[in-house]
């Protein structure tokens, strides 16, 4: 069935995998990239699929109610797959009203949107909320985050994620809108703005600069390769059952520090340097205020529900990614200097 979907943070990170999965292959879809363009958004990411007929690009902020409700009303999408947001916990410390902005007014202003256009007309109308792991707050040494674990979260970026999450679950309990959320765990892959872990690692390793490990380095993360998540907002989006949550995770938990000198192995290999190089720029810093301990999801009800699991291992996963970094240093060159908004411009203006 033909289906008009618009993808919001579709220049992210992830957002950009999700548009390439959907553009590709479902040909009969058309496929609108909403975006404001922020520091995170990036069209270079996309300039592979940007041609196609089923491809649109919209600039425009969540936020902006007037420009959200024309967009909705120009394309009258039959689902949303919401991904923009702010999304770096250290920024939340530094700018938490930002994140109160675009992840809570900019999730509400999409539903209203939504709201207002399906008008209680919901037949084959979707709307999918991609949230985080984050919202269930920090676990102890063992066990994970279920569907059902309450929410708890302590950085200010994860406390507008979860408000986000309540705001669908509210236009969904109030006003019928059809949704599903997935709460994702840390994804990695090619694309990843270098200021998360794993892209500054790589960008510093490559710079020699200090590679800094917050406090003690024994946070644990549970590491998923970007595709296998737009592969499981692709199930969830057609399949999930309505008004539910899908917990997505990689099975896969790695302390900072066990996963640092882990990537420092693998570019001293890739660069040719002696083993030990790399490491020896590790430095620990300060930590990070709040800090989560650990982060693991149990995904077996999408697992078993829906039959998704990732389709990498790690190992391949950090493979393509250093590959990635490597073979594509113009752009890791343009998104740290800023110079990335110029191929917007060369493009549209
Ligand atoms: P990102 O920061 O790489 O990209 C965010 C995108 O949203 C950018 O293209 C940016 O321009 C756009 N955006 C920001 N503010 C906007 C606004 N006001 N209006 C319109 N567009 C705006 O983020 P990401 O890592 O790709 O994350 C995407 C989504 O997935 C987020 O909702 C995030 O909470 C969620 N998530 C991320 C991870 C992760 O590990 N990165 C894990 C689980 C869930
Ligand atoms: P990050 O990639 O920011 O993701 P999140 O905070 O959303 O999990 O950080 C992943 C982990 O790595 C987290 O425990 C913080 C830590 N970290 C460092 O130790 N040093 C760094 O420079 C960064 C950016 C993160």
Redesign the pocket.
Known sequence: MKKTIII??G?????SHVVREFSIKYTDYQIIN?????Y??NLENLKDIENKPNYHFEK????DENKINEIFQKYQPDGVIH??????VDRSISSPLDFVK?NVL?TANLLNAAKSLWNGNFEGKRFHH????EVFGSLGATGFFTEETKYDPHSPYSAS?AASDHFVRAYGDTFGLPFVITN????YGPNH?PE?LIPLMIYNILNHNALPVYGDGNYTRDWLFVIDHAKAIDLVFHEGENGKNYNVGGFNEWKNIDLVKLLCRLMDKKLGGSEGDSEKLITFVKDRPGHDLRYAIDATKINKELGWKPSVTFEEGLAKTIDWYLENQEWLKNVTSGEYQKYYEKQYN
């Open positions: 919001t943070g220049a992210g990170f992830i957002g909403l975006d404001a363009l922020t995170a958004g425009a902020d969540i936020t991904l923009a947001a702010e999304s770096h675009t900019g991609v949230s985080t792991d994620k994702c765990s840390n994804n703005f998360k």
